[in-house]
């Protein structure tokens, strides 16, 4: 079983920045880490991804505003996020892709306020 335990989300104006963080209980080396978004009423969706070779992509409403990272020694992936608009506003969370399949953490609120 994988526990990952996001936080760094909270209510920032359009223009700000936040950092997300996500930590894994076990050990992210090669291994595909993502964050998703749920805005209110809407299906969750891929926000950026870091795959088991250390290749990185967005999703385009994000490109050149978001930055995905993972530091291994620590188990965790980081979404750096600037530039925030009101249309970032959802729950992010952070999803490990096993080998049999894939696990979520409880999320994290991220409010944008124009």
């Known amino acids: 079983q994988v526990r990952l335990v996001e936080s760094g989300g909270g209510l920032v104006q359009a223009g700000g920045s936040l950092r997300l963080s996500c930590v894994a209980s076990?050990?992210?080396?090669?291994?595909?880490m993502s964050w998703y978004r749920q805005a209110p009423g809407k299906q969750r969706e891929l926000v950026a991804r870091?795959?088991?070779?250390?290749?990185?992509t967005y999703t385009d409403p994000v490109k050149g505003r978001f930055s995905i990272s993972g530091d291994n020694a620590k188990n965790t992936v980081y979404l750096q996020m600037s530039s925030l608009k009101p249309e970032d506003t959802g729950v992010y969370y952070c999803?490990?892709?096993?080998?049999?399949?894939?696990?979520w953490g409880q999320g994290t609120q991220v409010t944008v306020s124009s």
């Open positions: 076990v050990s992210t080396v090669r291994k595909t």
């Open positions: 870091i795959d088991n070779g250390g290749t990185v």
């Open positions: 999803n490990y892709h096993g080998l049999l399949s894939d696990y």
